[in-house]
């Protein structure tokens, strides 16, 4: 998934948009989803989608699998915020939808947590598909280089990149020792499983380290001097129509959370 997801960032639809165009109206999605209400949040989040598969091109189903492996993560942090527990004999009535007991008192479902876990689980959705629309469309070396530009510590872009890098030295190992684990039979019985999921954490930790340091001489051999520098190619072109759809767009977003605010 990883190494399909940088593809997608090199031959999306959108490749030839400057980085900074599509940086910048990525964060203003962002920042807009973080302050506004539900019904502008869903909003947010429909038009970055169509801004990634009908505009990007990317394939429904891979933006799909992707939002469901957020939505899997945040469904876990739910139930703290939905179920209340008081030691009490009984619960807040006006707040309590549901209930049982448990040992001297009772765990019940929060009315109030119920559109707590609503309004969070929308805001999550609206930025998360935002950040989606920067990691589909823009390579990190872009992404790095725009940051550059506008003044962002050098020490903070180094360290995204070589995580960036290291995440996909993470899967391909783990992927090339499970394969080898499976052609062995080393899943076959629960036991057999557990022993090739020690080993499996041993070999990725040790691999991992030697590939790091394979990694540090490539660099210093290549004359490194505390500062990586990235060379982009001028070959973009700037977008008018894209420009004015996502200004409309803003608008019409900060516009209905205006009306939000002044009539609900």
Request: aromatic share 12%.
């Amino acid at each position: 998934m990883n190494i399909q997801i940088d593809t997608l960032a090199y031959s999306n639809r959108l490749r030839q948009l400057p980085p900074a165009q599509k940086l910048w109206f990525a964060l203003a999605m962002l920042l807009l989803a973080s302050i506004a209400h539900f019904p502008v949040q869903i909003g947010i989040f429909v038009w970055m989608s169509v801004w990634i598969v009908v505009y990007a091109g990317i394939p429904p189903q891979i933006y799909s699998a992707m939002m469901l492996g957020v939505m899997t993560f945040l469904v876990t942090s739910l139930p703290a915020l939905v179920l209340n527990y008081t030691s009490g004999i009984s619960s807040d009535r006006a707040d309590c939808l549901w209930q049982i007991g448990v040992w001297s008192g009772q765990i019940y479902l929060s009315h109030h947590g119920l559109i707590q876990a609503l309004e969070v689980t929308i805001r999550s959705v609206a930025s998360t598909s935002a950040l989606f629309f920067i990691v589909l469309t823009i390579p990190a070396i872009d992404l790095a280089t725009t940051c550059q530009k506008i003044g962002c510590p050098s020490i903070l872009i180094e360290l995204s990149l070589l995580i960036y890098r290291f995440i996909f030295l993470l899967s391909d190992t783990a992927q090339n020792i499970i394969t080898a684990q499976v052609s062995r039979g080393g899943y076959r019985t629960h036991r057999l499983k557990m022993n090739s999921l020690n080993l499996l954490v041993r070999q990725l930790i040790q691999r991992t380290a030697n590939r790091y340091q394979q990694l540090t001489l490539g660099v210093k051999a290549r004359g490194f001097e505390q500062e990586f520098r990235f060379w982009q190619p001028d070959v973009y072109q700037y977008s008018p129509r894209y420009a004015r759809e996502s200004i409309a767009g803003c608008v019409v977003l900060v516009v209905g959370e205006i009306l939000y605010r002044c009539y609900v």
